[in-house]
């Protein structure tokens, strides 16, 4: 069964202190995999899109990299509006228009 | 206006009313999808609808009703709802393997 699993559920930072968020999968055919960022009360907003074991993406102070079994969400200096909860998602299935199989998230928190 | 827009915002129905909610993409996708969003939960697909066809329900009880009039637009209709069905609905669009866009949702409670 594909699964998205990511970790810590809540993550707490003062604000410059870098850390990483995990996302772990287990997908039968890997179509690409997905962050978002979600503010309270909105959509989620789109971040990034990996597609092969070996690939990094960087936006600002976000770095996503990807291996066969996990992808990182790296948050350097973050600050104060870095807050938000960071959504991890897969796409499996190349015969169809594919849905996406989110994780629960990871609420990070950055204290000024 | 562009991107993807949901309304309402926020609703509030009795069990035994008839409601809609709506979602108007204006990205030219070719693809759109309705999301529920519970607390501690991942967001669950519902439905998907490509080229105006739908083409999954993932088990959604049938209090649950989806319609595609165009490639623009799509509903969700509720009939019978139960509290448990309280929940952020969100809707999403995509075109091939660019990341869905989503709206801002629709809270909605079940009384």
């Known amino acids: 069964e594909d699964q998205v699993t990511q970790s810590p559920e809540a993550l707490r930072l003062q604000e410059g202190e870098s850390s990483s968020l995990n996302c772990s999968y287990t997908v039968s055919g890997l179509r690409g995999l997905f962050w978002y960022r979600q503010d309270p009360g909105k959509g989620p907003e789109f971040l990034f899109t990996?597609?092969?074991a070996g690939e990094e993406k960087e936006k600002e102070r976000l770095k996503a990299t990807l291996t066969k079994k996990e992808s990182f969400l790296h948050i350097t200096a973050p600050k104060p509006e870095d807050s938000a909860t960071y959504l991890c998602a897969v796409q499996a299935d190349w015969g169809s228009q594919g849905n996406l199989i989110f994780g629960k998230g990871t609420k990070l928190s950055v204290k000024p | 206006e562009t991107g993807v827009t949901q309304t309402p915002r926020h609703l509030v129905m009795g069990m035994t009313n008839k409601k809609s909610l709506k979602c108007e993409q204006h990205l030219g996708h070719n693809a759109m999808y309705w999301y529920k969003q519970s607390a501690k939960k991942p967001l669950e697909l519902m439905f998907v609808?490509?080229?105006?066809?739908?083409?999954e329900n993932n088990s959604v009880p049938s209090r649950f009703s989806p319609e595609c009039p165009n490639s623009s637009h799509l509903f969700l209709h509720l009939h019978t709802l139960q509290p448990e069905d309280s929940a952020l609905y969100l809707c999403?669009?995509?075109?091939?393997?660019?990341?869905?866009?989503f709206g801002s949702g629709t809270r909605l409670t079940v009384v």
């Open positions: 990996l597609y092969s």
């Open positions: 609808y490509s080229l105006e066809e739908r083409v």
């Open positions: 999403a669009s995509s075109q091939d393997l660019r990341g869905y866009t």
